[in-house]
């Protein structure tokens, strides 16, 4: 009996060892990254507003490296838009972005907000898109000297120095949700949903 023992023991031990060998023989290591690094995050578990996940980026970014968090976890600073995800990201899902092929080349600083009743707004460029969240008005805005990745969802309060933007967003999107007199979520999910 004792000797059986001895015989499994030592095949459970060549087997271990033959599996870390095995292993050992095809894993890469984590790639290492350094704060201010450019990288590019992996989208496959990140939700997005494409209409399928088929046609989403493989890819985001690039992102800047804050920091390392942990052995394999970095900080990224990610946009405004993305305000809602966590932004520690294991190393398995971050690739370095290719350097700049103009080198010295340095990126237009955004223009800073301006200043109305004492108070920063930020200039609108454009209106993308309109929905409903928590049963507030929301409107995409894309900000004036900012890339689309950092367009944002706004309350309509915050983009009421941009009337004639949301009237022409409007115009253009008639069946969008919107305010018009009368128009609650309710009206707006009747008037779409049971035509």
Not at 86 to 109: M, S, T
């Amino acid at each position: 009996m004792k000797l059986a023992q001895e015989e499994a023991k030592a095949a459970l031990a060549k087997a271990k060892d033959d599996m870390a060998r095995y292993y050992d023989q095809r894993r890469i290591p984590a790639p290492e990254y350094k704060p201010g690094d450019r990288v590019y995050l992996d989208a496959s578990d990140i939700q997005t507003t494409r209409p399928s996940k088929k046609l989403s980026h493989r890819y985001l970014g690039p992102y800047t490296i804050e920091r390392q968090v942990g052995p394999l976890a970095y900080k990224l600073r990610l946009p405004r838009s993305m305000s809602r995800l966590h932004p520690v990201f294991n190393a398995v899902k971050l690739r370095l972005a290719p350097p700049d092929p103009i080198p010295g080349r340095r990126a237009r600083p955004p223009p800073p907000p301006t200043l109305i009743d004492d108070e920063e707004w930020f200039d609108v460029e454009d209106i993308l898109d309109s929905r409903f969240f928590r049963r507030k008005l929301q409107y995409k805005v894309k900000w004036k000297g900012y890339g689309y990745e950092d367009a944002s969802w706004e309350p309509v309060e915050n983009v009421a120095h941009a009337r004639d933007l949301v009237r022409e967003f409007h115009r253009r999107h008639p069946d969008a949700p919107s305010r018009s007199a009368g128009c609650s979520l309710w009206h707006w999910v009747r008037r779409t949903i049971f035509r």
